[in-house]
């Protein structure tokens, strides 16, 4: 089986306490100090991943506190949303093990209650390798074979198209404009800039492709 893109989920953590009017603070908890304190403990998980080599198959980020829209009153909840993906079950497990104990240390130092809850995403999407070899084939024959790579893969990326290569074989594949090698923004970055001049090409690609399956017959499929 072949790698392509990562499985996902995302985490969220509720701490609660009684809020109060900023004219008395000493008078109640703030939920809002335990989720930075918890975000401060979180960046040294982080730092462990990388020191252990593990950044590579585990990245995940911590990017929403959010507590009230007032100035004058400590809020009673704050909400902390964060992600997580990886390509490695054991090391993931492991991670949100000490991602809830981290927590629960914060929370019970500074007397605040907390719910975890990690949802899941999506599973990782894994070309199968005779699937991969057909789109191989086909993309050498329409790009050239100097312009087809595996290239950046396992990619830390989230794929919904992962539901169907775990439970039927398949493969998932990119295509490029290639007009740059390096510093191209992402699907989601608000710099994206979708070349129109990839379409014609990439409709090649899958007519070929749909060309290649669909002219042997189910013995001669086997055999490709």
Not at 62 to 75: M, W
Not at 107 to 113: E, F, N, T
Not at 191 to 213: G, P
């Amino acid at each position: 089986m072949l790698y392509g893109i990562a499985n996902s989920m995302i985490f969220l953590s509720s701490l609660e306490k009684e809020g109060m009017v900023v004219s008395a603070p000493e008078n109640c908890k703030d939920p809002l100090q335990a989720a930075i304190d918890f975000h401060v403990e979180y960046r040294k998980l982080v730092e462990e991943l990388k020191s252990t080599g593990k950044w590579e198959v585990l990245k995940t980020t911590l990017p929403t506190i959010k507590a009230g829209e007032t100035h004058n009153v400590i809020q009673d909840r704050a909400l902390i949303r964060g992600s997580l993906r990886s390509l490695d079950d054991k090391i993931l497990l492991e991670f949100k093990v000490k991602v809830a104990k981290t927590l629960k240390e914060v929370c019970d130092k500074a007397d605040i209650k907390y719910d975890l809850y990690f949802g899941y995403g999506y599973p990782p999407t894994i070309s199968t390798e005779k699937e991969a070899n057909h789109v191989l084939k086909v993309a050498k024959q329409v790009y050239g074979e100097e312009n087809v790579s595996d290239e950046g893969l396992p990619l830390m990326a989230s794929e919904d198209y992962g539901y169907f290569t775990k439970y039927v074989p398949g493969a998932f594949f990119f295509i490029s404009s290639g007009k740059k090698e390096a510093d191209n923004a992402y699907l989601h970055e608000p710099t994206y800039d979708f070349e129109d001049q990839v379409i014609e090409k990439a409709s090649e690609m899958f007519f070929e492709l749909a060309k290649y399956r669909l002219s042997a017959g189910p013995d001669e499929l086997q055999r490709k």
